[in-house]
């Protein structure tokens, strides 16, 4: 077959050189249409050449990288784009504004890929599209208002980017569409409500965004909507609507970390309601009495401020799965009726999170039934008696969030017969024992399910995709799901072919199809789901699969050979001719490169290491200690001994030779005790790889994180601050020209042996402005966004313009990591916001790290002060970094008389502090505040380079 598409491929390409449209299935491309698709290929970046067989009327295949998807429909003579799905192939690069010119297109469908740059308003221009699938890459800028003009749109997805801006009140006329998946992005200002005109609408996910404003009551009026999921938002502290209780179709209502407050609405009158979270916000009053659906799973409204009694219309409830109260201020007794009779519900577990309450009694039985879990800890009753301590006042026990199918093999089985290092394996489930094939697998993911335990509805599940796939039951085995973040459900499922070894061409095609085309219907309890990749190992790893109805027939390949016959003799000798050309071309290309790859260029203080080397030194690079945007890290030990960190860049980052070049002669003129040090680097083979210093105690945020056993103390912390700031200041004052490192971060702030902090990874620097002609400096860069969310100087995404203080604000949010220990952006929280209404009420204590231990109260103050002027809004209110390195020198003499003061002198105990309010005493670390001074502001440092 691939022989055949080879013939049909140059008789196709013989034409083209004779015409100007392409020829195929006997019948002309639209023209413009084909220079279009020419523009969105050029637009793309395709590092593992994925698009290199991407020819122009090839159907729909999928190897095991991704789908690619080219599809076409006859109109006024011509053939047009119907389909463009580029789905999981890992390329990069922008979206043409060409798309637009696709006016016959119904799926657009870029998922899976690392695409930026912003949405063309063109698309707007595609009246036929149905699908736009753009989730899962790197997009950003605002949504156009062009879109909502598409009248046949059925399905938005746009979730997990890095879209901003408002959401455009133009919606309001997508009157097909049913999906709107939009969550995960910086989303912001008031959710319009004109969207409340939808007719069609069924799922409305935004949640993690920046949403602000008030909850619309007018979402009531939606007539079908499903689920509505706006989590980790900030509506200003507004009410939830009464008219919520109105939704009569709702299945779902997640309002998780919304800035809410008010009464917790009546929604007793949602009949079908299986989902209710309410939880993290400010909600007041006391829990409605009127008994919810008889189909809820979950309930979740702890961290709230409600009060008054626990409702005895949670009892007899029979799908609950969690019911989850705490930190509250409910009082008043317990029923037993919650818990008992658990056996006779159709769920597997109980999970009941009562803990930190007022609650004083347990009214009823104190017998538990095995498969509930509950605590009470933290609250009155558990200091009534040892019998109800014991039972229901420990630590609540997590569920199981995770599971993992390692039967593989049948028993009495012979294992030799089913080859399983080719692919193969027994079918669990099969009719026919020990029946060997060799599983299709689907990588899948429910987005807004139902429910918080997945396993009293694994065979429903299984019921429900084999029947919308046309599988027999068996055919399917579920390998491992796990909960992630939203909650969504991920999970892996393996396929098995019907009574055959393998699944043969056409049913492949078939399933395929049927995943990329959303052909299997959503179901209520289930919500929407999404195609995470199709892996095609084993016997079908060669295969080609054609998953649409429109491939070439026998006939029609037969007529593209056939009419381009004659055209293709006459120009063979020509296509030989240039094939050979190139051919030769690139052969002397590589062997220039293969020459010129073997002998380094000179670069004085970085040696050039070769790939053996590198290879030799990282145990052929089995040793990775981290990733980042550029590529993977790995230890390494050189000939001479010397451990090193090597970054080695991946296929996306490539540089061409002279960038990469100029980058290291860059670095090798930094030099400073606060900055990385390059030692070396590789340019050969394809390869790119940069050399470092080996930094022992890995990064900031290792040691600051929740997860560390070994917390810095804020003598540590203050060294930390002190150090970093010192190696910006040198990159913005002592290097000609200056340098902008614009992704400073936690995570690239390294620490040595001796804990002394160095600033790494300046893949993203730019170098700063310099006088022009006349002498006159301008005070910015102006320069594509880039960095990482949380730590972006919010002027600088605005404006597009880079200066110095942009480090200053990026800088300054580390320092409120230092001193909180939070993380920048967490459920849709702002540490800079959430630190500075905690400074401007009086309480920053009480966000202050308690794993630091003991400090002055009055250092930490000045700290904290300090790092919320780094992070002004305004450029010109945040101070310089020569001024954050003076701040901090003068904030060390302050310790160092608190020491004195508390110890009587500086010996007797130089690790005593004074500590503030609110804050636990906790072992320090055994640094002492001398280690803090290191070297001055400028000694120590290199004198001011000029560029070679």
């Not at 593992?48 to 076409?72: A, E, I, Y």
């Not at 989303?187 to 602000?212: F, K, T, Y």
């Not at 390949?557 to 020509?574: E, T």
């Not at 890995?698 to 810095?712: F, M, N, Q, W, Y």
Request: proline share 6%.
């Amino acid at each position: 077959m691939s022989g055949v598409r080879g013939w049909a491929f140059i008789a196709t390409l013989a034409v083209c050189l004779c015409c100007s449209s392409l020829l195929v299935h006997g019948q002309i491309t639209h023209p413009d249409e084909v220079s279009a698709l020419r523009a969105i290929k050029k637009s793309l970046k395709d590092p593992m050449n994925n698009l290199k067989n991407w020819r122009q009327g090839d159907p729909c295949t999928s190897n095991w990288t991704g789908v690619l998807c080219f599809n076409t429909t006859e109109n006024d003579g011509y053939l047009h784009v119907q389909e463009l799905q580029l789905l999981n192939m890992n390329l990069s690069g922008t979206l043409s504004p060409e798309l637009g010119q696709l006016s016959y297109m119904e799926i657009l469908d870029f998922m899976w890929n690392k695409i930026s740059g912003s949405i063309p308003k063109e698309i707007g221009n595609i009246t036929s599209l149905e699908l736009l699938l753009l989730n899962g890459n790197q997009l950003t800028g605002p949504l156009p208002e062009e879109l909502g003009y598409l009248p046949e749109l059925n399905r938005i997805q746009i979730d997990q980017n890095q879209i901003s801006g408002s959401l455009p009140k133009s919606f309001a006329f997508l009157n097909k569409t049913k999906h709107f998946h939009m969550n995960n992005n910086s989303i912001s200002g008031q959710i319009p409500p004109e969207i409340s005109r939808l007719p069609s609408l069924v799922h409305l996910l935004l949640d993690n965004n920046n949403l602000s404003g008030y909850l619309p009551p007018e979402l009531s009026e939606l007539p079908n909507l499903l689920i509505l999921q706006l989590d980790n938002n900030n509506f200003n502290r507004t009410t939830i609507p009464a008219s919520y209780g109105n939704m009569t179709k709702l299945l779902k209502l997640s309002l998780r970390n919304c800035s809410l407050q008010g009464p917790i609405p009546d929604l007793s009158s949602i009949p079908n309601l299986g989902y209710l979270d309410l939880s993290f916000n400010n909600l007041q009053g006391s829990i409605p009495p009127n008994r919810l659906s008889d189909n809820i799973t979950t309930i979740d409204m702890s961290d709230n401020n409600l009060y008054g009694p626990i409702p005895e219309n949670f009892s007899g409830l029979y799908y609950l799965q969690k019911l989850l109260l705490e930190n509250n201020s409910l009082n008043g007794s317990v029923s037993s009726t919650i818990w008992e009779n658990v056996t006779s519900r159709h769920t597997e577990t109980l999970t009941l999170d009562f803990r930190n309450n007022l609650l004083t009694n347990i009214s009823g039985s104190l017998n538990l039934p095995p498969n509930v879990t509950i605590s009470l800890q933290g609250n009155p009753v558990c200091k009534a008696s040892n019998q109800i301590n014991s039972v229901f006042c420990g630590s609540l026990k997590g569920g199981s969030d995770t599971y993992t199918n390692s039967t593989n093999t049948t028993t009495n089985c012979t294992i030799q017969s089913c080859p399983e290092s080719e692919g193969y394996e027994y079918v669990p489930a099969s009719p026919v024992p020990c029946s060997c094939a060799a599983p299709l697998w689907v990588g899948y993911r429910l987005k807004s399910p139902g429910f918080s335990d997945f396993r009293p509805y694994e065979n429903l599940f299984e019921e429900y995709l084999t029947s919308g796939l046309n599988l027999a039951l068996y055919q399917l085995v579920i390998n491992s799901f796990i909960w992630e973040e939203g909650p969504r459900l991920k999970m892996y499922l393996k396929l098995f072919p019907n009574n055959s070894y393998i699944f043969n061409t056409s049913e492949l095609e078939r399933i395929i199809g049927m995943f990329t085309g959303w052909s299997i219907p959503d179901s209520d309890i289930f919500g929407p789901y999404e195609l995470i990749n199709i892996t095609l190992v084993g016997p079908y790893k060669n295969e080609i699969v054609v998953t649409s109805s429109s491939g070439l027939s026998t006939a029609s390949l037969a007529g593209i050979v056939l009419g381009a016959i004659a055209c293709a003799v006459i120009l063979s000798a020509i296509i030989f001719v240039i094939i050979t050309r190139s051919h030769m071309r690139k052969q002397q290309a590589f062997s220039r490169k293969r020459q010129s790859s073997r002998i380094p260029i000179k670069i004085d203080g970085v040696k050039g290491f070769n790939f053996e080397e590198m290879a030799l030194a990282t145990n052929n690079f089995s040793t990775q200690i981290g990733q980042g945007g550029y590529g993977k890290v790995y230890k390494g030990i050189l000939a001479d001994g010397t451990v090193v960190a090597i970054k080695r860049a991946q296929e996306g980052s490539l540089q061409g030779d002279k960038e990469f070049l100029t980058e290291i002669e860059l670095l090798s003129r930094l030099h400073h005790r606060n900055l990385v040090s390059l030692l070396g680097y590789c340019d050969e083979e394809s390869e790119q790889m940069l050399v470092y210093e080996f930094m022992e105690n890995g990064t900031v945020r290792d040691h600051i994180s929740a997860k560390s056993e070994k917390p810095l103390s804020f003598t540590m912390r203050l060294r930390v601050a002190l150090g970093s700031a010192k190696g910006i200041l040198y990159l913005h004052t002592e290097v000609t020209p200056p340098v902008f490192h614009r992704d400073i971060k936690s995570s690239n702030i390294l620490l040595d042996s001796k804990f002394t902090a160095k600033v790494a990874d300046f893949g993203l620097s730019k170098l700063a402005p310099v006088p022009d002609i006349e002498g006159t400096l301008p005070g910015h860069v102006s320069t594509v966004v880039k960095g990482t969310p949380g730590y972006l100087d919010p002027e600088y995404f605005l404006t597009h313009k880079l200066t110095d203080k942009s480090d200053v604000y990026s800088l300054g949010v580390v320092y409120l990591e230092l001193l909180t220990g939070m993380q920048p952006i967490s459920h849709g929280k702002n540490i800079v916001r959430e630190v500075n209404m905690a400074y401007q009420s009086g309480i920053i204590f009480s966000v202050m790290d308690e794993r630091m231990g003991s400090y002055p109260s009055e250092c930490a103050e000045k700290f904290a002060k300090l790092a919320l002027k780094c992070c002004q809004d305004e450029t010109d209110a945040r101070p310089s970094m020569a001024e954050v390195v003076r701040e901090i020198e003068n904030i060390i003499p302050m310790m160092l008389e608190s020491d004195a003061t508390a110890t009587g002198s500086m010996g007797s105990n130089p690790q005593k502090k004074v500590t503030p309010p609110s804050s636990p005493s906790t072992e320090m670390n055994p640094y002492v505040s001398s280690d803090i001074y290191g070297s001055d502001l400028v000694s120590g440092v290199v004198p001011t380079i000029t560029p070679r």
